[in-house]
Each structure stands twice: as C-alpha cells, then as structure tokens.
C-alpha cells in the first residue's frame, strides 16, 4: 500500500518551491497531514504509508529536526481514524497485556527486538536520504517502548504500516486489532478532518496566501511591502511573504 515509485510522481505543481527530492511527497501531501493533524506539518521527509485512497497515513520524520532537535520517532501515524482506533487498544489495556507476553513469550520478544533494529535501520536510511548526517544522541533509541516493552501503539503501527507486514509483530497484531474501525483495503477518510478552507499553515515560503489572488491584488500588495508595511490591510500579513 505504500507508494514509492518517485519517478512515477506528477511534475504539475510549479507554484511548490520544495523541490522533488526523492522523499516520495506529493503536491497535496504537506496540507493534507496539517489538516490531519490539525497544526501545520514541519520537517516531514517523506510519506511512510498511505490510504488505498492515496491519503498520507505516516508521516515521516528525519532523525534530526531543522532546529537541530533529535528526534526519535520517525514515523508518525497522522490519520485521525486509526489514531483513535489505536488509542482505544490502548485504553483497553492492550500495551500491559503485549508487555506482559513479551515476558513470557520468546519468539514475541526476538520479533519485538527484531523490529527494534529495523527501525533503527530504517531511521538511519532516512536520516542519509535527508542528509541528517550523524545524530549520536538517540543511537541505539528507537520509539514506542522498543526493544523490550510497549509503550506507544501508535508508534508500532506507524512502524508497521511503513515497513509492510512482518516487520513489527505487535504493530501488525495491533492494526488487526483495529479492524473494526478501519483497514487497509478501506478508504476511512470521508469526513475525519475539515477539508473546508486554509490547511493550517506556517511553511511561508509555499506562498500560499497568495494563491487565488489576482494580478491587480498580488501588485497592491506587493505595492504596500515596498511602502513598508503600510498597506490597506495595515501590512498585518507582512510575514506571510
Ligand atoms: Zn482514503
């Protein structure tokens, strides 16, 4: 379900100053995960998994933020319908009884560390493809409890819909357990965030406020930044270009 053939992606988005960079975004990919996520997107490198739809349902993250933050948990599960699915196994107590199991349960746990090195392993692969260069702070720190316990669903299934079944046991064991609230043959997006309106939005350098806009009002306004802010709109959006 995940789409990665990048010389496959359409070209016809020129107004997007990102350039195409082998992540596997896509034109409408930054504004659909802001709406999902109901704040605007930052530092996303790529899509880890998606709707049959083509909806982005991971949103990946490179190991190191633009500020310079590390950051662990590369793949985040950003649609809203399995994101509360997952929360109620996890408020099903789901997590106490896998931690338990991994306890007691060998094969469980050499799959769960399995997956843990996996994930390491795909992190690093995405922080060369970004150019995080080296991020010593969190080697050997996966996400989601990894390797020994299971702290956050939401991160196993982010993990397990990247990486494809048999990656990450507990999270495809968790993503059957959502069945009855969404599946991977099922568009489940219908509805499950505002589609009306701006995205949440604070990449300025998208120009997004001035999309729409006529000849006439993108010189106006150009007009007023030169007077200095002083515009008819009191250069309130100053900022926005
Ligand atoms: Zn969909």
């Known amino acids: 379900m995940t789409a990665r ?47 049959v739809c083509g909806n982005p349902l991971v949103a990946v993250t490179a190991p190191r933020l633009s500020n310079g933050i590390p950051f662990p948990t590369t793949y985040y599960l950003s649609h809203p319908v399995i994101g509360a699915a997952v929360s109620r196994l996890e408020a099903d107590g789901v997590m106490t009884a896998m931690s338990a199991r991994l306890g007691e349960d060998d094969e469980l746990a050499r799959g769960h560390r399995r997956a843990h090195e996996a994930y390491l392993a795909a992190r690093a692969a995405v922080g060369e493809r970004a150019g995080t260069g080296p991020v010593p702070e969190i080697d050997g720190v996966s996400a989601g409890g990894m390797p020994t316990r299971v702290k956050c669903l939401h991160v196993l299934v982010g993990h397990a819909l990247s990486a494809g079944p048999g990656v990450n046991p507990l999270g495809d064991e968790a993503i059957a357990g959502i069945a009855p609230w969404w599946t991977a043959e099922r568009c489940s997006c219908d509805g499950a965030w505002d589609t009306a309106g701006c995205a949440p939005a604070a990449d300025l350098s998208r120009h997004t406020r001035t999309q729409g806009l006529s000849a006439e009002e993108l010189e106006a306004k150009r007009a007023a930044r030169r007077r200095g802010a002083a515009g008819p709109d009191g250069g309130s959006d100053e900022k926005e270009y």
């Open 5 to 51: 053939h990048l010389h496959d992606e359409p070209h016809d988005e020129p107004q997007d100053a990102r350039p195409e960079d082998g992540t596997g975004i896509r034109g409408e990919d930054l504004d659909v995960l802001s709406r999902q996520l109901g704040r605007p997107v930052r530092d996303v490198v790529g899509i880890g998994a998606r709707c």
